[in-house]
């Protein structure tokens, strides 16, 4: 499958017309990169764009104690990256592939004349970072002010509503994740993550399999209420 329909998948690239993806595939080289591959860490941060065709990363960062906290999962055509001009929050986070990835990197020059001749894809540019505000904002609200069941619901409805398969009531989250996993994105130990899955299970809210959560994300959104 070539480069242009990748291109054409993403988001924030959908409306561009068929000479600008040809312009941005010439401008931007793909890499093809296994699950586990550390593509930056606070000191080797570089200037640029980068979309994500296909795959997933995990954004995180590590305490003074070296515990990981995620910050965020990010899956096919998702954008991150900073630069003079804007940010997407990614400066100071390490960030790895939890999936063979496929990714496009624009260099900063590149991408900025880009957007001067294309004054619409700014307006979408700005889209994609107040939706990416939006989406921390809460987290970091439910972070402050929830219990952990409620702080772990959060989540997987979050998860189930980017990366949600249907079947039937509930929505397979499409990525493996562990109990510790889950831990280092709300703040919390693997042990009281597992004693909070449990009550969710038991109240039907979700189901669990081998590394695989199923959440009703109706149930879920209820409890959230109230």
Request: charged fraction near 30%.
């Given at each position: ?153 959060h989540l997987l409805v979050k998860l189930g509503q980017k990366f949600g398969v249907p079947e039937g009531h509930y929505h397979k989250i499409d990525m493996s994740l562990t109990h510790q996993e889950i831990g280092n994105m709300i703040g919390s130990t693997r042990e009281t993550v597992t004693v909070a899955l449990h009550e969710l299970v038991n109240q ?23």
């Open positions: 499958m070539d480069k242009l329909w990748y291109l054409s998948q993403i988001s924030m690239l959908d409306a561009l017309p068929m000479e600008d993806l040809m312009e941005i595939e010439r401008m931007a080289p793909m890499n093809q990169l296994k699950k586990g591959n550390l593509i930056q860490t606070p000191e080797t941060f570089r200037e640029g764009l980068y979309f994500l065709k296909e795959g997933k990363l995990k954004l995180y960062k590590i305490n003074s104690d070296g515990k990981q906290f995620i910050v965020s999962i990010l899956g096919a055509g998702n954008v991150f990256g900073e630069m003079d001009s804007f940010s997407l929050g990614t400066r100071d986070t390490y960030i790895e592939t939890i999936e063979d990835t496929i990714l496009c990197s624009l260099g900063k020059e590149s991408f900025e004349q880009f957007l001067i001749d294309r004054p619409y894809l700014a307006v979408k540019m700005m889209k994609e970072l107040s939706a990416l505000l939006k989406e921390r904002d809460a987290q970091l609200e439910q972070m402050a002010l929830g219990d952990v069941r409620k702080k772990a619901l039907e809210v979700i189901k669990t399999g081998r590394m695989t959560i199923y959440i009703d994300l109706n149930k879920a959104n209820e409890l959230l209420e109230l």
